[in-house]
């Protein structure tokens, strides 16, 4: 009897400890599972939600607009693709030429005769560009004071918009709109009116460019 015990004690100590050990072992590699794959996947995910976080965060509170300055550099070369496409070698059919479109006439009156060293000279036609335009300037200067900042025919009349007019038609014809109050309007041979330049250049910057009764071209 007591033999039969010693075995049943025995057997029952031997199957409980090797049950102890499979669920040491089953605990063991639940465990070691758990930590392997659970806890890095949760720590990628944690970190890439961050990062979109602090991209989308900037995106919304970045500034994408572009500064424009309209210096009177933007403002000739505005003027100089309307004129010839910045082509310093054009002639159209009336005569005009180089890059903004000057006439004989309007050369004489800066001090340029000899137009054929005009058309061959883009430094002089830039020279000649900047010295109209600060001839108009003076010759309207009494305009600009006047007439800038308010409206006519519904063009917001501008300094700049004045001088771009005053190269299509002349001085005189822009005088003769503003004081017209837009009833005088100059046309040129192809059909443009000075209101499409007092509206196309009317947001420059030309205060770098001062007014010079006789400007001299070195």
């Known amino acids: 009897m007591i033999k039969k015990c010693s075995y049943f004690i025995v057997t029952a100590s031997a199957i409980a400890l090797i049950t102890m050990a499979f669920k040491g072992v089953e605990t ?3 465990t070691n599972h758990y930590y392997k794959i659970s806890e890095p996947l949760a720590y990628n995910v944690s970190t890439q939600e961050s990062t979109l976080s602090d991209i989308n965060e900037k995106l919304n509170n970045a500034d994408f607009s ?13 003027l100089a693709v309307k004129e010839s496409d910045g082509d310093y070698k054009t002639v159209n059919s009336y005569g005009y030429m180089g890059k903004y479109q000057f006439g004989k006439g309007t050369l004489k009156y800066i001090g340029l005769k000899n137009t054929q060293d005009f058309l061959n000279n883009p430094a002089l036609q830039e020279k000649a560009f900047v010295a109209y335009v600060q001839k108009n300037k003076w010759i309207l200067r009494k305009e600009i004071q006047k ?3 308010k409206t006519i025919r519904g063009i917001l009349i501008t300094e700049s918009g004045i001088l771009a007019a005053a190269h299509l038609g002349g001085a ?4 003769d709109f503003l004081r017209s109050n837009g009833n005088v309007s100059f046309v040129d041979g192809y059909g443009t009116d000075i209101k499409t330049y007092l509206k196309a250049f009317a947001n420059y910057d030309l205060t770098t460019i001062k007014a010079e009764k006789n400007p001299k071209i070195a």
């Open 147 to 149: 007439y800038a900042g």
């Open 28 to 30: 063991t590699l639940v």
């Open 172 to 175: 005189g014809s822009v005088q």
């Open 66 to 78: 572009i500064e424009t300055k309209n210096t009177f550099i933007d403002f000739k070369e505005a």
